[in-house]
């Protein structure tokens, strides 16, 4: 194979495995679930929350996606003093922290995170 072809290959190589890492990325942004995971660990939400036994057992979010509505899930990221002020029962000793200045397709990746967890 003369030099010419061989870098010409190689270039063709790059470029497919450069397509290929693009397609498995593009993959992964458009999955709002697998996204939300990855947030709720990067914004280390395990310090407050457990989900399946990792994380802070205090404040478990298992089964959460069955008891709160998406609106729900989504004002407890953004305003919790205000879901915490309708909250009836014993009041939580630690105040959550609000993540509003997140953008909205974290927030969103976020509540389909918790909405799944059924």
Same mark, same amino acid.
């Given at each position: ?53 990792? =994380?802070? %057992? ?9 008891? &709160?509505? $998406? /609106? @729900? ?15 009836? =029962?014993? %009041? ?9 200045? &997140?953008? $909205? /397709? @974290? ?12």
């Amino acid at each position: 194979m003369t030099r010419t072809r061989l870098l010409t290959s190689m270039a063709r190589l790059a470029l497919v495995g450069t397509f290929v890492a693009g397609l498995a990325s593009v993959a992964a942004a458009q999955d709002p679930v697998k996204k939300g995971e990855e947030l709720f660990t990067s914004q280390k939400c395990t310090m407050c929350h457990s989900v399946a036994g990792k =994380g802070n %057992k205090k404040y478990p979010l298992d089964g959460v996606g069955a008891k &709160l509505s $998406a /609106a @729900d899930l989504k004002e407890w990221i953004v305003n919790p003093d205000a879901m915490q002020a309708k909250q009836t =029962g014993p %009041k939580p000793v630690m105040k959550m922290k609000s993540f509003k200045t &997140l953008p $909205a /397709a @974290d927030v969103d990746a976020l509540v389909a995170y918790m909405g799944s967890l059924k």
